[in-house]
């Protein structure tokens, strides 16, 4: 079975090398490389964050553990694509023009799936109109925009920004964008179900359910009313053209996060999920 990643951080971050080591993982493009190959992941979307080298405050956030994607010297494997990640708090300091400017340059590339919004992290809802300027060039180009939804990794976080309910009202004035909640919403698994529902251009992307080094077994036994949870609602939306597969590598390793889902995800839907969506929403 193909599968597609549609979220995976590739960032050389010092964050993400200690993330990757409680999850038994290595954060280098090497082990990566490997990691996919032996799950048969033909493609991946990287999200934006925070670079390890010090930028301009307003410019995408872009993956850089190889390299920045487009720039001279850069080793960024072809098969992993990338969102830019918006900066939304320095866009309040009055960068927005200059920001646009270097969005667009990415967006115009194939390799670029979109940008990624991060509400609950930022003390901006993803409906701040501080962000139409880039769901419009976003629509220009038809790509995606994936927004963070639901909890947030640390205690500095705001959950009200991050609420799925707010993905709503820019589902109903962008209708020929679509908008991925990455995460599921969690914990408001049942409000991301009714979002999606209510709108044909609203998906739900399944990474960050778990993390860190567990036994997909152990996890299926240990946290099963949240599992069973999970299940429910997934069969309430009764359409499994809405979720996408997803990871959040390095926080958890392949081999335990994909079974995961399998036990989640109906079998006769796995290339839906795993592969054929995706490619639909994100590579078309």
């Known amino acids: 079975m193909k599968i597609i990643d549609t979220h995976i951080h590739f960032s050389g971050n010092e964050h993400f090398q200690q993330i990757a080591e409680a999850a038994g993982q290595i954060n280098s493009p090497e082990f990566l490389a490997k990691e996919f190959s032996r799950h048969n992941i033909v493609k991946a979307i990287a999200m934006g964050t925070r670079s390890s080298q010090p930028g301009e405050p307003g410019l995408p956030q872009l993956p850089d553990l190889a390299g920045i994607p487009g720039t001279e010297g850069s080793h960024h494997p072809e098969c992993i694509a990338y969102c830019c990640g918006v900066d939304s708090f320095a866009l309040g300091c009055g960068s927005v023009k200059k920001s646009l400017n270097d969005f667009e340059r990415h967006l115009s590339s194939s390799q670029c799936a979109g940008i990624k919004i991060y509400p609950g992290y930022q003390k901006f809802f993803v409906n701040d109109r501080i962000h139409y300027p880039f769901y419009e060039l976003v629509q220009h180009y038809r790509k995606a925009v994936v927004i963070h939804t639901g909890d947030t990794a640390g205690g500095r976080g705001l959950l009200k920004y991050a609420h799925p309910l707010t993905v709503d009202e820019v589902a109903v004035e962008f209708p020929e964008i679509n ?12 409000d ?3 979002v999606a529902a209510k709108n044909t251009n609203v998906y739900i992307e399944l990474s960050g359910l778990a993390q860190g080094s ?4 152990w996890f299926v036994e240990h946290y099963h009313g949240y599992i ?3 299940k429910t609602w997934i069969t309430y939306l009764s359409d499994h053209e809405k979720f996408l597969f997803g990871s959040d ?16 995800v109906p079998e006769s839907c796995w290339n839906q999920v795993f592969y054929a969506n995706a490619e639909r929403i994100f590579f078309a």
Do not use: C, Q
Not at 179 to 190: E, Q, R, S
Not at 214 to 217: T, Y
């Open 179 to 190: 908008f991925v909640m990455a995460h599921y919403g969690n914990p408001w698994i049942v």
């Open 192 to 194: 991301a179900t009714a």
């Open 214 to 217: 567990f036994e997909a077994d």
């Open 228 to 230: 069973e949870h999970l």
């Open 249 to 264: 590598w390095p926080l958890v390793g392949y081999d335990s996060y994909i079974e995961l889902i399998k036990r989640i």
